[in-house]
């Protein structure tokens, strides 16, 4: 991706005038230092997404996104949501991914680890730029920095000319609606976003689910988003909401239904000041409040199965709170040496836990007290954190860091982190880097009861990771860039379900994963400004305890995308996508995963017919490829469907 700062005309020409201006300058970023650095001496790997290329592809989501970048994939799973790939590190609700917006994490769903569940593939009206780091953050950030961080930046007052009205239509009954405004003044600012939208969802087919039914998924969604953020002298704040309720795609058991459904609530607030002291010393500490539930009703068998008359209809609601206080000083020792200091302290809980049943027969009936899924708990997390950013030379720069963590559930953790680059020469870079990282243990993987195919232990570790990186990163000219990396993860205590004397399993750490790989990128901007790009990675992971590949997850992925400029106010955006083959898990009989190209295509057109009229066309999976994402063994025949060609169309009038 091109990463530049927003640009305030809505004139493509104009546009492209800045961004090439832009390039030619310093770009900076936040995320992988906690503070302000250029791009090119952050010492890690970083992709930043723009608000003006979320707008050329024509993304509906973040996720549209997501899966150009090179090592990242996206897929869905039973329950309908996004899982986030990272370097051949996959799970299901992407608890091993760190979600930032704005610098604050939000991984709230206790039970699993996961952003997903409740903000899923995010929306992108108010995302200012997006920092991808891929690689272990735990250094700074704690638990579930383990494969990336993803730091969404929203658009401030400063970068919001008026008010924003935004109105959408697409396949699937898809609508949509957005509301932006900012306001500023001489020692305040103020800017805020409101979304709503509702899908009928796509309907494929499954031919066989858990049971051998043959029907259509039912992945419906309604989705409410308000966010607000504000500046005052040196205090600032931030606030957002969301509400999300669906379908059930094929719902917890793998079962079609129509008559289950999932709801999510996630809030937040957030108030920070932050001083310079002086030229060499910046103070900042913030504190936060974040609360998450769901309330989740599944139809676990049919109405008429064996046993089942009205169909085994089960409910459980629950809600988790974190509140916490951190602190940071950045000292600027000498023009070379600057050190960042930190601390935090977060209270985790769960409550509100209980488990509704019909039991076959009638109406869900309260049993919590008698078959609960799991209780009320809380946890105390502890840390610090030291970084040092030292300039040896000019041309070459390390950067040094260790996090310590206690949590008052299973203890301990330290985490390090170093990197130096290497100024060969104004337009080549070497970059290496090494990092652990880890991922603290759930709620539900530490005390879920009364589960029939696996239960919680309240003795099982984090997950850890090292991983080791080198690569070169350059400008073959002002219109032409290159990237090379190659890296190395190795994972242990990898958290997963061990099989017992009886037939419930228990959550233990019984894995250890091994993944080797390379990215490599290149962009090359044309003279009439249009943008040509792409990307490869291979990746290799080996499951260290059965020594085989691990199934699920492909060798290659590549993607090419070419921005082209038909006029000064109309662009062409065009992006094809491939996924390699993914092989089974050992004892799986069913055929491998076949690989799949989708191609995508977006038009933009600004202030054409209307001035301050911005209106943009995308066609998603343009040829209607047939293709899926897999499906665990013993769990269906079949694998999980995705969507044919997707239309939609999008309206932005800008209010000055």
């Given amino acids: 991706m091109i990463s530049h700062a927003e640009q305030p005309s809505g004139d493509v020409f104009d546009q492209l005038e800045e961004e090439i201006k832009w390039l030619q300058e310093e770009v900076y970023v936040t995320t992988a230092t906690k503070t302000r650095e250029t791009l090119k001496k952050s010492g890690s790997t970083i992709s930043v997404i723009t608000a003006e290329d979320l707008k050329a592809m024509g993304a509906r989501t973040l996720y549209d996104a997501l899966k150009r970048l090179p090592g990242f994939g996206v897929s869905q799973f039973n329950m309908g949501m996004s899982s986030v790939e990272v370097r051949g590190v996959k799970t299901d609700f992407a608890e091993k991914v760190l979600f930032l917006i704005n610098g604050h994490p939000i991984n709230s769903n ?4 996961g952003a997903n569940s409740a903000f899923n593939e995010f929306i992108v009206d108010d995302i200012r730029h997006v920092e991808v780091i891929r690689g272990p953050g735990s250094a ?5 920095a383990f494969v990336a961080v993803i730091n969404i930046i929203t658009k401030q007052a400063e970068d919001i000319s008026g008010t924003d009205i935004t109105a959408g239509v697409g396949s699937d009954d898809t609508k949509k609606a957005n509301v932006q405004f900012g306001h500023q003044s001489d020692n305040f600012s103020l800017a805020g976003n409101f979304h709503a939208s509702d899908t009928h969802g796509f309907d494929e087919y499954v031919r066989s689910d858990s ?6 998924v039912d992945y419906w969604q309604k989705r409410y988003e308000g966010s607000l953020n504000f500046q005052a002298g040196d205090v600032s704040g931030q606030a957002r909401y969301l509400r999300r309720e669906s379908g059930s795609y094929l719902g917890a058991n793998n079962v079609l239904s129509n008559k289950s459904d999932q709801e999510y609530i996630d809030y937040f607030f957030e ?14 500490i913030k504190t936060y409040f974040d609360h998450f539930q769901f309330d989740n009703t599944w139809e676990l068998m049919p109405a008429g199965s064996d046993g089942f008359p009205d169909g085994f209809i089960v409910r459980s609601p629950v809600k988790h709170d974190m509140t916490g206080i951190e602190t940071q000083v950045d000292l600027q020792l000498t023009e070379q040496n600057k050190v960042l200091i930190g601390a935090m302290y977060e209270r985790q809980s769960q409550y509100d836990v209980a488990f509704w049943s019909n039991d076959g027969t009638g109406s869900l009936v309260d049993v919590s007290e008698d078959r609960n899924w799991n209780g009320s708990h809380n946890r105390d997390i502890n840390a610090v954190y030291f970084q040092d950013i030292w300039d040896a030379l000019d041309s070459l720069r390390f950067i040094l860091g260790v996090r310590y963590d206690h949590y008052s559930d299973f203890g301990d953790t330290w985490n390090p982190r170093a990197s130096v680059t290497w100024s060969v020469k104004e337009n080549l870079r070497v970059i290496a880097s090494y990092g652990s990282a880890f991922r603290a243990p759930t709620f539900g993987e530490l005390y879920n009861i009364n589960n029939p195919s696996v239960v919680g232990n309240p003795n099982v570790n984090p997950e850890e990771i090292q991983t080791y990186e080198i690569g070169i990163r350059g400008e073959l000219s002002r219109k032409s860039s290159y ?3 190659y890296f190395e993860n190795k994972i242990e205590d990898l958290i997963a379900p061990r099989p017992t004397e009886t037939a419930v399993n228990t959550s ?7 993944v080797t790989g390379v990215e490599l990128e290149m962009s090359q901007r044309l003279p009439d400004g249009s943008v040509l790009s792409g990307n490869y990675t291979y990746q290799h992971p080996i499951n260290q305890v059965s020594n085989e590949r691990v199934a699920d997850v492909p060798l290659h992925r590549a993607n090419v995308s070419f921005n082209y400029f038909i006029s000064e106010r109309v662009s062409l955006y065009t992006s094809a996508m491939y996924k390699g083959e993914t092989i089974r898990a050992s004892g799986d009989s069913r055929d491998d995963v076949d690989d799949y190209i989708t191609v995508d295509l977006a038009l933009l057109v600004q202030n054409v017919l209307i001035e301050n009229l911005e209106v943009k066309a995308s066609a998603y999976n343009l040829f209607n490829t047939d293709y899926q994402d897999p499906s665990p063994m013993d769990v269906m025949i079949s694998d999980y469907p995705k969507n044919g060609v997707n239309l939609m169309l999008e309206a932005t009038y800008t209010l000055d």
């Fill in 110 to 113: 206790l039970a699993n680890g």
């Fill in 140 to 144: 700074l950030y704690g638990t579930n």
């Fill in 211 to 216: 049971i051998g039914q043959a029907d259509n």
């Fill in 271 to 284: 108030l920070a000041y932050s001083k310079a002291l002086s030229t060499q010393f910046n103070f900042n």
């Fill in 483 to 485: 990237g090379i990396t």
């Fill in 508 to 514: 233990d750490n019984v894995g250890e994963l091994k």
